[in-house]
């Protein structure tokens, strides 16, 4: 069976059906799954879509259909997912961006560096939960961005006055630097380590809760106690 077999209401009530949703885990491969192989009209209609499941379907699959096509619009609608109100949806969006950037590291950073000059925290979030994963690090152009990125978010919090840094927006893309600081220096810490060990001389409190947090990671643990 592919997905061009099912037609309309059919199709979604089998990704619905089979979602694993109510519950505590989505069926993550089933979401990759249509997004590697449902056509283009197909993503474009589950993105629009009312129920979770399927909208996630669809933002994972703009991934795909952005390495088609580099279709501004469809960039534009992956951007207006990172900040959406579903947690599920931007971790979506952050799926298609790593999706992207398995086949197509170049667009892959193009999109990252574009989402992290974003003056809002969810898309900088965004970015961030975007290039550090660790098996796209194994290139090391892409290491060097996920610190960057790491470097900018975090002084993008620190640039920010204490009433904003108290919005949920902002506490969400501290809670993603408390642990993507320490996939990116354990990608390259030849060339990340110092920059992580110089946010230990920060009296930020934000920079003191991103350095602590990232220091109970034993990948970086073990690098802070060589």
């Known amino acids: 069976m592919t997905f061009a077999d099912?037609?309309?209401d059919e199709l979604w009530s089998?990704?619905?059906?089979?979602?694993?949703?109510p519950g505590p885990r989505a069926n993550l491969a089933l979401m990759l799954e249509f997004a590697r192989g449902a056509d283009?009209?197909?993503?474009?209609?589950?993105v629009e879509s009312e129920d979770e499941y399927i909208r996630c379907c669809g933002i994972v699959g703009l991934g795909f259909i952005l390495v088609r096509s580099r279709d501004e619009a469809v960039l534009v609608s992956l951007t207006a997912a990172t900040t959406s109100a579903s947690w599920r949806a931007r971790e979506?969006?952050?799926?298609?961006?790593?999706?992207?950037?398995d086949t197509d590291p170049e667009l892959?950073?193009?999109i990252i560096e574009q989402w992290a000059r974003s003056a809002h925290p969810l898309t900088l979030r965004a970015a961030a939960a975007g290039i550090c994963e660790p098996r796209l690090l194994k290139d090391k152009t892409n290491a060097a961005l996920a610190v960057q990125v790491c470097r900018d978010a975090t002084e993008w919090i620190?640039?920010?006055p204490a009433d904003a840094r108290r919005e949920a927006d902002t506490r969400t893309l501290r809670q993603a630097l408390g642990y993507c600081w320490s996939v990116a220096?354990?990608?390259?810490?030849?060339?990340a380590l110092s920059a992580f060990v110089s946010l230990e001389a920060s009296d930020d409190a934000d920079v003191v809760w991103i350095v602590r947090e990232n220091g109970k990671k034993a990948r970086l643990r073990k690098l802070l106690e060589t």
């Open 108 to 110: 892959l950073r193009a």
């Open 6 to 8: 099912l037609d309309g």
């Open 92 to 101: 979506a969006a952050a799926m298609a961006v790593q999706a992207i950037g």
């Open 14 to 21: 089998y990704l619905q059906e089979r979602s694993g949703l």
């Open 40 to 46: 283009s009209d197909d993503i474009l209609q589950a």
């Open 158 to 160: 620190v640039s920010q």
């Open 185 to 191: 220096v354990a990608a390259d810490p030849k060339n």
